[in-house]
């Protein structure tokens, strides 16, 4: 009888640690859309905040992006949307360089016990010179960990329990 309780205590914790382990800190990876396709780079820069910088192709021109994006979650850490700014450049065949500034939503996936990240985004593009004023592109878009978040034990929660501040306080 004790040693199922002592099982189900320690399965209870080993089953804490992937859900407090969920986050990133960089990501890499491919993205898909309809007339394009690329490689993406996130990298977390403040607890919510990542900078992502696209490199794609399309038929006729070369761009590179970089985006500022805000993270929210939805269902616990490993769903989330997000939205960010940024800006582009790059290439258009016969007519040159363009430039110009885009924003993004879309939501973002991490697979359970996997470090792959699995997102779909809208990206609306507002060029400044290019031949059209704006596109309305999305993607799709698999990134694999690499460089993980440092995850917490779960023996950290219990130590909170008993210290609110997580740490112990000395007495005098």
């Known amino acids: 009888m004790k ?3 002592l099982l189900v205590c320690v399965l209870a914790l080993l089953a804490l640690a ?5 986050r990133y800190r960089t990501a890499a ?3 898909v859309g309809k007339n394009e396709v690329g490689l993406t780079i ?5 607890e919510r905040t990542t ?3 696209l490199a794609t192709a399309a038929p006729r021109e070369v761009l590179a992006t970089v985006l500022a994006e805000q993270h929210f979650n939805i269902l616990g850490k490993r769903l989330n949307y997000y939205m960010g700014a940024g800006a ?5 065949k ?3 360089a363009v430039y110009g500034f885009d924003v993004i939503a879309g939501l973002e996936y991490k697979i359970n016990g996997l470090p792959f990240l699995l997102s779909a985004d809208l990206k609306p593009a507002f060029h400044l010179r290019h031949e059209e004023w704006f596109n309305l592109g999305s993607a799709f878009s698999i990134r694999y960990v690499i460089v993980k978040e440092p995850t917490e034990s779960p023996l950290d929660f219990i130590k909170g329990i008993f210290s609110p501040s997580g740490k112990s306080k000395k007495r005098d």
């Open 18 to 22: 992937p859900a407090l382990a969920q």
């Open 29 to 31: 990876g491919a993205r």
């Open 88 to 92: 582009h450049g790059g290439k258009l």
């Open 94 to 96: 016969d007519y040159g």
């Open 42 to 46: 996130q990298q977390k820069i403040f």
């Open 51 to 53: 900078l992502e910088g």
């Open 3 to 5: 040693r199922t309780v």
